[in-house]
């Protein structure tokens, strides 16, 4: 169609900036977990949105940080891969510190695939005044060339439409990729696996989420419309595995509840939530844990 614009744009940033809640609140719905705790994603995960003005197909991607293992290497590898395969990025930053190491080697990255590139400030109802934001975008043009700036609040839902305008603005005329009614190529039981590690993420302390994978075991619909969905916690410790069963299983049965509301959502229907616990110590570690919780390189 005549003035269609369609394209790739990939979220980068350091962990925990809001990728995923910026990807959330543009689509107009849940798509990637999020929780405030950094490295929250681990895989690409792909959201469409559309419009009468064409098609955004993200890629959001884990936060680029240093690698400490193998689960680490594979989440580093993913999110610089797709840097280079998108038409367009979105690189999030934050208010707070003036860039540093980290930034450096983001925009050192972003140099090197010599992708257009929009800077979007996210968070911005925690700056103090508006030369605290002149400050912070003076300091990311000197380290990269920007195409466009645009300041935002990804949880507040602040200048959305104005983001949506600036990424169809620099995205080339194209077809739509994805049909219209498309939001994600992810596989429902990779959704689900997700929403049961959110909760985790909500309501366990420390580092235990880090160490956790989800793995569903079983997953289908009675025709009657009940889902029934069995699932995999995996953790690396028995005494990790204590604190997610809790006294008398109440940790479990919590994470239990808080995902199958999340799930009863996403399937429109009723759902009968087992969940068990299994330790596979230093799973993070091992290829074949990894390739078998779903942490394997594949072509964006």
């Known amino acids: ?29 849940k798509i990637a977990i999020t929780s405030k705790r950094p490295q929250t994603t681990r895989k690409r995960i792909m959201g469409v949105y559309d419009d009468e003005r064409g098609q955004i197909i993200f890629h959001d991607t884990p936060g680029i940080h240093k690698a400490r293992n193998r689960l680490s290497e594979f ?67 000197n380290l990269l060339e920007l195409t466009e700036l645009i300041p935002i609040s990804a949880y507040k839902h602040k200048n959305i439409e104005e983001l949506k305008s600036a990424i169809f603005r620099n995205l080339p005329p194209g077809p739509r990729y994805y049909d219209e009614d498309t939001v994600t190529d992810m596989p429902l039981r990779d ?79 009723r759902v009968n939530l087992q969940l068990f616990v299994k330790v596979r110590k230093d799973w993070r570690e091992n290829p074949l844990y990894l390739r078998e919780y779903g942490y394997r390189e594949e072509p964006l």
């Open 1 to 29: 169609m005549e003035g269609i614009r369609s394209g790739f744009v990939g979220l980068a940033g350091r962990p925990n900036v809001g990728k995923s809640t910026l990807m959330n609140a543009v689509i107009g719905q």
């Open 75 to 141: 989440m580093e590898h993913v999110a610089e891969k797709a840097l280079g395969d998108v038409d367009l990025v979105l690189w999030l930053v934050e208010p707070g510190e003036l860039p540093g190491e980290a930034e450096e080697y983001i925009a050192g990255l972003l140099r090197e695939c010599k992708k257009k590139t929009i800077l979007v400030v996210n968070k911005i109802d925690i700056l103090k005044n508006e030369e605290e934001l002149t400050q912070l975008t003076e300091a990311y043009r």
């Open 191 to 269: 959704i689900a696996a997700e929403l049961i590690r959110e909760q985790t993420l909500y309501k366990l302390d420390q580092e235990v989420p880090h160490g956790i994978a989800v793995l569903i075991e079983e997953m289908r619909q009675r025709k009657n419309g009940l889902w029934d969905v069995k699932a995999s916690i995996i953790c690396e410790r028995e005494a990790h595995k204590g604190i997610i069963i809790g006294r008398g299983g109440s940790m479990l049965k919590r994470i239990g509840s808080g995902a199958r509301i999340q799930m009863e959502k996403l399937l429109e229907g």
